[in-house]
């Protein structure tokens, strides 16, 4: 099965430029969504957090309010720990889920 590389597309491109906007530091560089870090500072620097999974909410998989830049560090401990993942999410950006889980709603086609 041919998996579609959604991950390379423009769409995607668009929507991580748009979100990583607010942590750009200059010269190519984001700082971490969660802590002061600064992808340079850090082992495999800074990756693209979907704030809900793709997984579990493939609709939202490109949205830009879904993504953030997130240290390696922290997209590991907030993958393995889900918790706090949703209490650190409604601490630093509050009802953003909520926000995000109604647009899949309505990009599902369910009412509002
Ligand atoms: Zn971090």
Redesign the pocket.
Known sequence: MKKTNWRRSKEYKEAKAQAFKPYDMGNSRYK??????IDYE?PYGITVFHLCSVGSHPALKMEPLNLLP??????RYYDDHPIEKKEAIEKHFPNRIQGLLDLERSKLGFPA
């Open positions: 971490c969504a969660f802590c002061p870090k850090i997130v240290c390696f560090k922290h997209h």
